[in-house]
């Protein structure tokens, strides 16, 4: 049998940056091959790669977010290809902005079906929200790591808030440990 770790995959990681300066969006969406820029739909341009496949939101303040990479490194990978490609188009950019990231969301298994309504009695309400009229999943918030684990009768988890991969692993322990405690689990 696997080990529940095995069953951890990142679906999304997002990071942010600041350039440091302010941007032309419209003179950058026109230089910039493959960028959409829609102001009255949203107000940065949307910079999509195919390899690694992410989107990265560019704002006129010079701020950059960057959603949609499967992996931390593939989060920094396309970070280090847009800076390159605006300073192509003579954008001042340092040599390694800082990268920080923001979210990763990962999907994991407890391998087992799951009586919601008996973990929500026996976790309490301090920290969870289920109502299953309005939502399908358990939302269970964690202090330590601080994310938010959804839970589904499937036994399929999401895992989000995490500021790093190993998180995502401490998370589904420490939900596995908890439901073993209260006999949850098989």
Known sequence: MSSLADTIHIENVVASSDLGQELALDQLATDLD???YNPEDFPGVVYRLQEPKSATLIFRSGKVVCTGAKSVDAVHDALEIVFDDLRELGIDVDSTPPVKVQNI???ASLEQ?????????GLGLEQIEYEPEQFPGLVYRLDDPDVVVLLF???????T???E???????????NDRLTELGLLE
């Open 105 to 107: 969301v990962s999907s």
């Open 34 to 36: 493959g960028a959409e």
């Open 165 to 175: 991969s190993a998180d995502a692993q401490h998370a589904l322990a420490h939900v």
């Open 153 to 159: 009768g499937s036994g399929k988890l999401v895992i």
């Open 113 to 121: 079906s799951l009586n919601l309504n008996a973990i929500a009695i």
């Open 161 to 163: 808030g995490a500021a």
